[in-house]
């Protein structure tokens, strides 16, 4: 019950906002909306995913009283998350643009509306980091036998949302709201975040923020890259037509996560096996019966 009601807060933000974006203008609806399904698929996919995946080892460590353990598993996921989200928060702000413009920018989607798509998208990338954790940290909890907590701190979340949203949109317009939001996940996951590191007891926390310093220094270089490169190549390409957007952005990009992941080798960084792993298991040969997994 407390998870649905915390779902069910969330729906209200989102029937709230609305009513709100179509006070502010003709498009502002549509337009927050298509920035918010832009700025989802990373959450999901690095986020929620991983905190559904892991939720089974969370629950068993705790049934089993290996608090260690559950600890463990939680900081781990918590390096992997931030390993992917905080790079992908610079690339939606540098790349917003060209973002838009490759999934919505035909037909009716002018370019005044794409500018708007591509700002409010670039304040809600501002909270990817905060809305990929939230999952990991609720299940935490679920896993401890506590949905309570997350659904208060997530009730508190929405209305700090809906107040600041409603403020600032009546001096920003629809970034307002985007605003609002990130102001309110920030919070939401700080407070939970406190809140099970009471119950977890993490050991590691030096070496987290340490191993986010490190993430930290990789996304500005990928940053540096991706800017260079993208101004570069825009001279060459003709971006009044899609092919030329979509050659510049895939560019700008490969040559940014090139970077990334060459900084984070250099620095040592453990996630960088587990991204080797991923590419590399489906070529592998299948694996023989009775034959050792390490």
């Known amino acids: 019950i407390p998870r649905a009601i915390a779902l069910g807060a969330n729906q209200i ?3 709230v906002f609305t009513a709100i974006a179509s006070s502010l203008g003709g498009y502002s609806v549509a337009v927050y909306n298509l920035a918010d399904n832009i700025q989802t698929m990373p959450m999901v996919v690095f986020g929620t995913s991983f905190a559904t995946a892991i939720f089974p080892s969370l629950a068993e460590a705790v049934s089993g009283d290996r608090n260690s ?8 996921m918590v390096r992997t998350i931030l390993f992917f989200m905080v790079p992908m ?7 917003r643009t ?32 905060f809305t990929g954790l939230a999952p990991l940290l609720s299940r935490s909890f679920y896993a401890l036998h506590n949905t309570k ?8 979340g929405v209305v700090i949302s809906i107040i600041l949203g409603k403020i600032f949109s009546i001096q920003y317009g629809v970034s307002g709201l985007a605003m609002g939001y990130s102001i309110g996940c920030l919070f939401t996951t700080i407070i939970v975040y406190f809140a099970l590191r009471k119950k ?21 270089l990928m940053s540096i890259a991706i800017q260079e490169s993208k101004m570069l190549i825009g001279l060459f390409v003709d971006m009044q037509r899609f092919w030329g957007v979509l ?10 996560l090139l970077v990334y992941i060459l900084c984070c080798w250099i620095f040592g960084c453990e996630e960088i096996a587990s991204l080797k792993y991923v590419l590399t298991k489906y070529n592998k040969k299948p694996i023989d019966e009775g034959e050792e997994i390490d």
């Open 200 to 220: 977890a007891k993490f050991t590691d926390e030096g070496k987290l923020i340490f191993f986010l310093f490190k993430i930290i220094l990789a996304t500005i």
């Open 149 to 156: 907590t997350p659904m208060i701190v997530s009730i508190i």
């Open 13 to 15: 933000m989102l029937l």
């Open 69 to 76: 353990e559950f600890s463990e598993k939680i900081e781990k």
């Open 89 to 95: 928060t610079a690339i939606l702000i540098l790349l």
């Open 98 to 129: 060209e973002i838009v413009r490759l999934i919505l920018g035909s037909g009716f989607f002018g370019w005044e509306q794409t500018v708007t798509t591509a700002n409010v998208l670039g304040i809600l990338a501002l909270s990817l980091v």
């Open 247 to 256: 050659v510049k952005t895939l560019s700008a990009l490969g040559i940014g």
